[in-house]
């Protein structure tokens, strides 16, 4: 059975980046990265393998949607390459404008696949890897009305029914649901295959589709579910303390103590 399977693909900084190319923006509650490139999110690169290894098994068409202020076209050619027959873009400056919180976020791709003909399954990662907030899923699920499976590591679609090994702690389980329905993708999935040279030089042949937010009528601008106060950088206090003694005996028995007295121990 062929499948028309969404992916969402969340544009980040390269997360190996240096930490010390983040800089944290109080005055606008935000943190910025300053030559860093941007990558797709690694969580939604699970989800794309995914539904690149389900297309491998039976067949079927991957759409991938991705929304943001500046979208890098090389980052979506990849993206492309390594399998997706399709694309839907929705760029608009206002997006990083108005800070749009994760249901904003979330109703912007809900809109975006329902301008498809059609959808059997929508992957994503179980998170992005700039937040880390995981609601874009679980949200959108509930946007369209469709079942939402979280956190799986392998997918099997037959017979219009989908069957997900769900990751719990140290084992996982299987779940069965019908389509259509949408999965949060653990890096458990594997890596995204690196697509072939004669796939990078077609890419720019795929059919793609960019959309504003005013293309999707939606209305964004009312006041946030969650409004973020105030962003800052930990503090962090360093300490170094020498413990000497005449002997490795004497000083392992003072660092004990030392070590009670902190609540270490």
Do not use: W
């Not at 500046?70 to 050619?77: C, G």
């Not at 959808?119 to 937040?131: E, K, Y």
């Amino acid at each position: 059975m062929s499948v028309d399977i969404v992916v969402f693909a969340k544009q980040v900084p390269d997360p190996e980046g240096s930490p010390s190319s983040y800089h944290i923006n109080s005055a606008e509650r935000k943190v910025e990265a300053r030559g860093i490139p941007p990558v797709i999110n690694p969580f939604d690169e699970s989800a794309f393998e995914m539904a690149l290894r389900i297309k491998d098994e039976s067949g079927a068409h991957i759409t991938l949607i991705s929304a943001g202020s500046n979208l890098s076209r090389p980052v979506i050619l990849k993206a492309l390459a390594a399998g997706a027959d399709s694309a839907l873009l929705v760029t608009d400056q206002a997006i990083e404008a108005f800070s749009l919180d994760s249901l904003a976020t979330a109703k912007i791709l809900a809109a975006a696949v329902g301008r498809l003909a059609r959808f059997d399954l929508i992957l994503c990662g179980m998170q992005a890897s700039d937040t880390n907030a995981g609601l874009i899923g679980p949200m959108v699920a509930s946007l369209l009305g469709v079942p939402c499976v979280t956190l799986a590591r392998k997918a099997h679609v037959e017979g219009g029914m989908l069957e997900v090994e769900r990751v719990v702690q140290d084992a996982y389980e299987v779940v069965l649901c019908p389509l259509p329905a949408l999965v949060t993708v653990t890096g458990e999935a594997g890596e995204l295959r690196y697509p072939s040279l004669q796939a990078i030089k077609g890419a720019k042949e795929i059919p793609q589709e960019t959309l504003g937010l005013s293309d999707l009528q939606l209305d964004l601008f009312s006041p946030p579910r969650v409004e973020l106060i105030s962003l800052s950088a930990p503090q962090r206090e360093r300490r170094c303390r020498i413990v000497e003694g005449e002997s490795g005996r004497e000083a392992g028995e003072k660092l004990a103590v030392i070590l009670r007295e902190d609540g270490v121990l």
